[in-house]
């Protein structure tokens, strides 16, 4: 910059140069061109807009919940936990066996006939899930000892390839005949679905076999449970780590980890523990991923955990908040491209937002200045 | 021509032995075609590896776009030797030739243009080279439309199986040419990325290529590609010779880029961005040009793989594929090329050959199993991979003769591979 005093006339080339108008340009003709797309559907029928924003809405929650871990794991040692869509899927297989070989979403209502079939169907269905968190958790501290730790001073290309040999084992072994069988499996929810319809008439419940009235929404119970338990173990997550004693020493690590070992921290375990918890979120996310779309398969775990990787970097990776935002965003930007453009094209506007926002803001939306050295 | 290296006449002896070697094998039978087409994909995965290890391995660019170029190339190459041999047209090469210089020649008067501009945004710049691109390609469309016929006359003057040698190997190269185009106008905005994100959105220029390839039929109007059925008739035309051929030639490139200053220049930005710019090297540009030959490898490798089986399936250009060059050239050794090709031959006997033939009837989907197992073992106990940066002699750096007594000590020093 030339000093105020003077002030330079400049040519029309240095103006283009200065105020990047081009590329301004290129952006925001993209941005209207989405908007416009966006507001004539909207206005051509409400209804359906507003349902997929629904939709999304639903699987923004369950991307949130995959995301969490890997913003977390990603903060603490800067490892694309590339497993990480497969504990997913592995939650899923978990919550499946637990449901339909023994049972354990009836165990209440087994044991105390008497309680009402509606809390024993949820304190079950809550232990189906906490099942599912636990052992994924306890898998992917597994993982991290055997394959994580030992290359921690490695180059970070060896940990990267490490854990992309650990997501194929787990696919692959998943896919073997007496895991997980290589077929698309139908899954048993521990509840029944029950659908509302919400609309100028009102509020009202939706009777099987009963079309939905025009210009009504519709939402399932499945809806309601996915969004009430993304926040609160969102909302738990976010204690943890600004509130207790190992959320402190996790964010310790991850802003400078020999310091943090100076301070008497003992990083390994936190680091151990951070992944415990990044795979007990995944766990509970791969159970309502289940119930939602109700069918487990061994490859199930490979998009949404794209995807939630994506939603993490375009939140801004390592910031909490942010993943949850960018699995919103993700999650809306594929049922109405889905909805609007073509299905098989969700994937492709999926990754095009993301390339589009990183070039605007190249840490993501909430994502600090890179601190990190070249 | 006086003083020929002696490493240079070992490599290329040994080169004509093995590929002598392969071919009488071949030809008396000894070699099955199980054999001889693993023996090929491992040539063509070495090809887009040497391509990843330039981006990844010499320049520091954490890149898993190179299945995408690849499937491009693949593609565009199958695209055009199918038009010739079952429709007897020549269009496709036409055009794609036309298309291919055209928009390399509006890449090259933006370029002129942008340098004039000095300090221009990478994003303005991308959009001054996308207007002159697709200005440029659609004369192509139009002109390459009006030649089909006088070139279609041309090729059928000659023998058939002359003319289709021809279109082969064109189509090939336009593979590559066309890989590279596009990776210049993709890397242009998205090479300003730092390292992680880049790969991100490398990765995610896969998926959309992935993407496109399966509605290839209804919405980019290709009905020849079938979509996501996959691509059937092209001609089986890639023979040991030309991949071998194509290989030795990838290397030689790749050796005497990494010896001239330009590899020097691409090897520093990958050692420390901001001291190559303080020594006055243009980062940008350098990561530009590696990404640019890395990605014209891989078109050349998907060309050269679309002849091979002769079927194109967008399953294969998956993006978790993506990873396996990647994994080729972590596991030769970062930065080493001669571990590039070893692993990658490695790559393809040991998962397609061995394993299949080891494990018993009805276990094949257990190489998948052992596969990851085996990566993590090798990761575990030799982090920095095979041949760490081990380089046969004729591609180690050709260093000054005064000082030839340390060259041992200068060759760890300088090669020494950065995590």
Redesign the interface.
């Known amino acids: 910059m030339r000093s105020s005093t003077v002030a330079p006339r400049l040519s029309l ?1 240095q103006k ?2 200065q105020t ?8 925001t003709l993209v941005a209207l061109a989405v908007i416009y797309l966006l507001t004539v559907n909207a206005i051509k029928n409400p209804t359906v807009f507003l349902q997929q924003l629904v939709n999304g809405l639903q699987l923004g929650f369950v991307y949130a919940l995959i995301a969490l871990g890997y913003t977390m794991v990603y903060g603490i040692v ?1 490892l ?1 936990n590339f497993a990480h869509g497969d504990v997913f899927m592995v939650g899923a297989f978990v919550s499946f066996y637990a449901i339909s070989r023994i049972q354990l979403h009836d165990w209440v209502a087994r044991l105390a006939p008497g309680m009402s079939p509606f809390v024993a169907r949820v304190i079950g269905s809550i232990t189906v899930m906490l099942l599912a968190m636990v052992l994924c958790a306890f898998l992917a501290f597994v993982i991290e000892r055997i ?1 994580y730790k ?2 921690r001073d ?5 940990a990267l ?2 854990a ?6 787990l ?3 998943g ?2 005949k007496f895991v997980f069988s ?1 077929n698309f499996t139908p899954y048993k929810r521990p509840f029944d679905v029950v659908t509302w319809t919400l609309g100028r008439q009102g509020f009202g419940r939706l009777i099987e076999g009963q079309g939905v009235p025009e210009g009504n929404i519709t939402f399932s119970n499945i809806f309601v449970i996915i969004v009430l338990t993304s926040i609160l173990l969102l909302l738990l997550l976010q204690y943890i780590v600004t509130k207790t004693r190992v959320g402190k020493a996790m964010r310790a690590t991850a802003y400078d980890k020999p310091t943090a070992r100076l301070m008497g921290i003992n990083v390994d375990s936190i680091i151990s523990v951070t992944f415990g918890i990044g795979a007990a979120w995944a766990g509970a996310a791969g159970m309502l991923y289940a119930t939602a779309f109700s069918q487990v398969y061994f490859w199930m775990g ?1 998009i949404p955990g ?1 995807k939630a ?2 939603a993490a ?1 375009l939140g801004g ?1 390592g910031s909490i908040p942010g993943a949850f935002v960018g699995a919103l965003i993700m999650g809306q930007a594929e049922v109405l491209s889905a909805g609007y453009i ?1 299905t ?2 969700r ?2 506007v999926a ?2 937002i ?2 589009i926002v ?2 605007i803001r ?2 993501g939306i909430f994502g600090e200045p ?1 601190r ?1 050295k ?1 | 021509m006086k003083n020929i290296d002696k490493s240079t006449l070992y490599f290329i002896g040994g080169s004509i032995l093995i590929f002598l070697i392969v071919q009488i094998l071949v030809s008396v039978g000894v070699l099955s075609s199980f054999w001889y087409t693993i023996l090929r994909i491992g040539a063509v995965m070495a090809i887009v590896s040497l391509g990843l290890n330039l981006i990844y391995g010499f320049n520091g660019q954490f890149s898993l776009g190179q299945w995408g170029f690849y499937a491009l190339g693949a593609y565009s190459a199958g695209d055009v030797t199918y038009r010739w041999t079952q429709l007897q047209s020549s269009g496709g090469l036409t055009i794609l030739l036309l298309g291919v210089i055209l928009a390399g020649v509006a890449i090259l008067l933006v370029r002129r243009l942008v340098n004039k501009l000095r300090g221009l945004d990478a994003l303005s710049a991308f959009g001054l080279y996308l207007i002159g691109v697709i200005l440029l390609a659609y004369v192509a469309v139009i002109v390459g439309r009006e030649l089909e016929g006088p070139v279609n006359a041309m090729l059928n003057a000659l023998p058939a199986t002359v003319s289709k040698q021809i279109v082969f190997v064109i189509a090939v190269l336009l593979g590559g040419l066309f890989a590279a185009e596009v990776s210049f106008l993709f890397g242009l905005p998205v090479l300003t990325l730092g390292s992680d994100y880049f790969g991100i959105a490398t990765l995610g220029f896969t998926i959309i290529v992935k993407v496109l390839l399966d509605n290839s039929d209804t919405m980019l109007g290709f009905a020849e590609m079938k979509g996501a059925r996959g691509m059937i008739g092209i001609p089986k035309l890639t023979t040991w010779f030309w991949v071998f051929f194509f290989l030795i030639l990838v290397v030689i490139v790749t050796r005497n880029i990494l010896h001239s200053s330009y590899g020097r220049a691409i090897v520093s930005v990958r050692e420390d961005e901001i001291a190559a710019k303080a020594m006055g090297i243009d980062v940008a540009n350098f990561k530009t040009i590696t990404f640019v030959i890395g990605s014209f490898f891989a078109g050349l490798a998907g060309g050269l793989y679309a002849h091979i089986n002769g079927f194109l399936h967008p399953d294969t250009f998956n993006f978790i594929k993506s990873f396996d060059p990647m994994i080729i050239v972590v596991f030769g050794g970062l930065g080493s090329v001669t571990g590039t090709i070893a692993a990658s031959f490695a790559w393809a006997l040991v998962l397609e050959g061995f394993l299949r033939l080891l494990l018993p009837e009805g276990f094949e989907t257990w190489r998948f199993v052992v596969y990851p197992l085996l990566l993590l073992i090798m990761m575990l106990l030799k982090p920095n991979g095979l041949f760490g940066n081990y380089e046969m002699p004729f591609l180690r750096q050709a260093l000054p003769p005064l000082r030839k007594k340390n060259q041992s000590n200068e060759n760890t020093t300088a090669e020494e591979v950065r995590a």
């Open positions: 080339t283009i140069v990047k108008i081009i590329g301004k340009a290129l952006i800067r694309i394959a030992p290359l490695a180059p970070r290309i060896s390839i490490t992309i040999g650990v997501s194929f084992f696919e692959y072994f896919a073997l290589p490979i794209l990787f994506v970097v990776i073509s098989p094209m994937d492709a990754f095009s993301l390339i990183l070039l190249p840490t890179s990190e070249a």
